[in-house]
């Protein structure tokens, strides 16, 4: 059974509904550790046909702890971000200051102090962004990804990404808790899909909040004449 895991979260996107019934024959705390761990990294994979059902079954059938499920899902998060995080570290970084003391990089208006401001930037700010990025699609995967360039505290980075995790992780089990006491099974799949549209409204509204916010101050420090 591990020996399919690769190959299933290759062809989620091709199938996810085929995924989706595969999971819920298949669940177990090692599968919901090892796909929110793919999900959390640079491959994606999308968290709501892991968790819910997770959670949904753990009502239903008592085969898993509800509260577990959310656990051992932050754990796989944390994992997988923990991948980028290092990976951005150990690669994304020397490839960014090369970039940035080339001729090219100079032509695209980027010098190494630049990076050196951005850096400093999230440094100040990257908790937050990391605590919030795990609460916004699309981002959730990408946030590990300056946090690694700009070397931001590991043990910071963890907290703070096992927090958005959580919070995000606890909402999908709520959200399976819920549908156990409303969906059947075999109407599980397309209640997801809905319910995972509206959260995904929420978190493109929570991104546009955040960039609203950071317009704001941008053109606050403007005014008074000091340099962002």
Not at 56 to 60: N, T
Not at 175 to 181: F, I, K, P, T, V
């Given at each position: 059974?591990?020996?399919?895991?690769?190959?299933?979260?290759?062809?989620?996107?091709?199938?996810?509904?085929?995924f989706?019934?595969?999971?819920?024959n298949?669940?177990?705390?090692l599968?919901?550790?090892?796909f929110?761990?793919?999900?959390?990294?640079f491959i994606?994979?999308p968290?709501?046909?892991v968790v819910p059902?997770?959670a949904?079954?753990?009502?239903?059938k008592?085969?898993?702890n509800?509260?577990?499920?959310?656990?051992?899902?932050t754990a796989g998060?944390?994992?997988?971000?923990?991948?980028?995080?290092?990976?951005s570290l150990?690669?994304?970084?020397?490839?960014?200051?090369?970039?940035?003391?080339?001729?090219?990089?100079?032509?695209?208006?980027?010098?190494?102090e630049?990076?050196?401001k951005?850096?400093a930037?999230?440094?100040?700010?990257?908790?937050?962004?990391t605590?919030?990025g795990?609460?916004?699609?699309?981002?959730?995967?990408?946030i590990?990804?300056?946090a690694?360039?700009?070397?931001?505290?590991?043990?910071?980075f963890?907290?703070?990404?096992?927090?958005?995790?959580?919070?995000w992780?606890?909402i999908?089990?709520f959200?399976?808790?819920?549908?156990?006491?409303h969906v059947?099974l075999?109407g599980l799949?397309d209640?997801?899909?809905k319910?995972?549209?509206y959260l995904t409204?929420g978190?493109?509204?929570?991104?546009a909040l955040c960039?609203?916010y950071i317009?704001y101050n941008?053109?606050?420090t403007?005014?008074?004449g000091?340099?962002?």
């Open positions: 059974m591990i020996d399919a895991i690769i190959p299933l979260a290759i062809t989620d996107y091709l199938n996810a509904a085929w989706f019934d595969w999971f819920v298949n669940a177990s705390y599968f919901v550790f090892i929110m761990m793919v999900e959390s990294s994606p994979f968290s709501e046909v059902p997770a949904y079954l753990a009502v239903q008592g085969d898993m509800l509260f577990l499920v959310v656990l051992v899902a998060a944390l994992a997988g971000a923990l991948v980028n995080y290092v990976l150990l690669i994304g970084r020397p490839i960014v200051y090369a970039f940035a003391n080339s001729r090219f990089g100079h032509a695209c208006l980027i010098n190494q630049k990076v050196e951005a850096e930037y999230f440094d100040k700010h990257g908790a937050t962004s605590f919030i795990r609460l916004i699609p699309a981002v959730r995967q990408l590990s990804i300056p690694g360039i700009a070397r931001m505290n590991i043990w910071v963890c907290i703070f990404t096992a927090l958005g995790a959580l919070v992780n606890a999908l089990a959200l399976g808790w819920w549908l156990a006491q059947s075999s799949y209640a997801v899909e319910y995972n549209g409204i978190g493109l509204c929570l991104l960039i609203a317009i941008a053109f606050k403007n005014k008074k000091k340099t962002i």
